[in-house]
Structure formats: structure tokens, C-alpha cells
């Protein structure tokens, strides 16, 4: 794998740099291992590749503590996501393995009795709409979070790190600024004891996290000019990793 400086296919712009700093210095600050959302989405792509690169730039005595990327898989995504998902998942940690980064990939599923279909049929739940969004606990939130608190009983603590942004919307700009805490770079998780939330993207444009996915090579090998084409051909958009709480 090559070094950052040597895959820019255009100019950086400054905030490149800002970011691969910035993880440097909460990477290195303490020994809280560092549990990182990925959908597979630009944002949650954008931020895996941060760290990947902030991680191999690091001596190697200095890659002190894990970093455990977790994909949540719903078992009903539509099969072109799915198949990104899992090749995306692989490839990342064949890499890891191959640059040996403190990288560990996991996929994480709902509980059997948390699945769409065995509710939706088999307990006669309606189908989700916006005021009723029950699959998003159950197939998301539930299994990420056990994951989650699996390592906290591991470690007594731990760092969850998010790609959510800022500019997503104007629904999430208000959820994360009402749990912004001005000066401190974690706040505490509102649900789960001894997970800090951190967010080191959320002051990026669209138009930066495009800019850095498309000029700066993929390092696990995955394709983000595919990427790109899932996005110009969706009516919609990622469905991200929800833990805001």
C-alpha cells in the first residue's frame, strides 16, 4: 500500500491533511479501543479510509490499540448492496491483514427474533413507515449495540466513531448539535455506559467527502467510483448506521 501523499490523484485540499492530524492525535491519546460504524455509504467509506491511512502512517510500536470496524447487515438489503457490502468487508480486512493495521472487520446481524421477515409475517407487524421505524432498532441499533457493549466488558471502555456529518440534513444537523459538547472531542453515549461518541467528519460538505472519495485511491482496494454510480442511480441514499443516542 502506498502512502497518503503518494495517492492523491489531484491537489489535496487542506482539510485532508486536518482530519488524518486530528485522528492521529485521539488515536494516540489513550488505550480506548476505537469501534467504527461502516454501511458502506460516502460517508461511512470516506471515514473507514481516514483511519485506515492515519493507521499506516503510524510506526508500527505506535498502532497501540484496536480498531474494530462493524458493518450492520439487515439480511434484507437489496442484493447489490449486499454484494458490496460483503466485497467491501473482505477486502478491507485482507488489507488490514496484509498492511498488518490493528484492523478487525466484523459483519453484525439481528437476533432471530429480531428479523424483518419473522415479523413482518410470522408476528403480523405492519410494514415500517416513518412514525413507526421498528426495523431500524431491531436490525440495526440492537445488534450494533450488543456488539458494542461485548467490547466495553472487554476493555471498560470504549470509542465509538462515526462518518455522521453535519450537512447530511437539517434533521441530523439538530440531533448532533443538541448533543454537541463545545471544546471536548467525545461525548458520552446517552444509552450505552462507558462508549464515547466521536465524529471527526461531521464539518464536512458533500461536496468534500465526493472530492476525497474520487481523488484520493480507495486503500483496501474497494471501488468508490461504483460507489459513486450507486449513488446517481438511487432515489434515495445510504441507510446509515444509527447510534446518536
Given at each position: 500500500m502506498k502512502s497518503t501523499t503518494n495517492v492523491i490523484k489531484s491537489k489535496p485540499s487542506n482539510f485532508i491533511d486536518d482530519?488524518?492530524?486530528?485522528?492521529?492525535?485521539?488515536?494516540?491519546?489513550?488505550?480506548?479501543?476505537?469501534?467504527?460504524g461502516f454501511s458502506g455509504g460516502k460517508d461511512s467509506t470516506a471515514l473507514a479510509q481516514f483511519i485506515y491511512y492515519m493507521l499506516f502512517d503510524l510506526p508500527l510500536e505506535k498502532r497501540h490499540k484496536k480498531v474494530f470496524i462493524i458493518a450492520s447487515d439487515t439480511l434484507v438489503e437489496m442484493p447489490s448492496i449486499e454484494e458490496r457490502l460483503i466485497k467491501e468487508v473482505k477486502l478491507m480486512q485482507e488489507a488490514a491483514i496484509k498492511n498488518n493495521l490493528p484492523i478487525e472487520v466484523n459483519r453484525v446481524y439481528p437476533d432471530l427474533n429480531d428479523r424483518f421477515w419473522i415479523n413482518l409475517?410470522?408476528?403480523?407487524?405492519?410494514?415500517?413507515?416513518?412514525?413507526?421505524?421498528?426495523?431500524?432498532?431491531?436490525?440495526?441499533?440492537?445488534?450494533?449495540?450488543?456488539?458494542?457493549?461485548?467490547?466495553?466488558?472487554?476493555?471498560g471502555s470504549v470509542i465509538i466513531v462515526l462518518g455522521s456529518r453535519i450537512s447530511e440534513s437539517s434533521t441530523r444537523a439538530q440531533v448532533m448539535e443538541a448533543y454537541r459538547i463545545e471544546g471536548q472531542r467525545y461525548r458520552p453515549h446517552k444509552e450505552l455506559s462507558k462508549a464515547w461518541v466521536y465524529m471527526p467528519i461531521q464539518d464536512l460538505s458533500n461536496n468534500q467527502v465526493w472530492d476525497y472519495l474520487l481523488t484520493v485511491d480507495n486503500p483496501w482496494g474497494g471501488d468508490n467510483e461504483g460507489l459513486a454510480l450507486l449513488y446517481k442511480k438511487a432515489s434515495g441514499g445510504e441507510c446509515p448506521m444509527v447510534i446518536y443516542r
Open positions: 482530519i488524518v492530524e486530528e485522528l492521529k492525535i485521539a488515536y494516540l491519546e489513550d488505550t480506548r479501543p476505537w469501534v467504527v409475517i410470522g408476528r403480523g407487524y405492519p410494514s415500517p413507515v416513518s412514525r413507526f421505524r421498528w426495523c431500524t432498532d431491531r436490525l440495526k441499533i440492537k445488534p450494533t449495540s450488543k456488539f458494542i457493549l461485548d467490547q466495553v466488558s472487554q476493555f
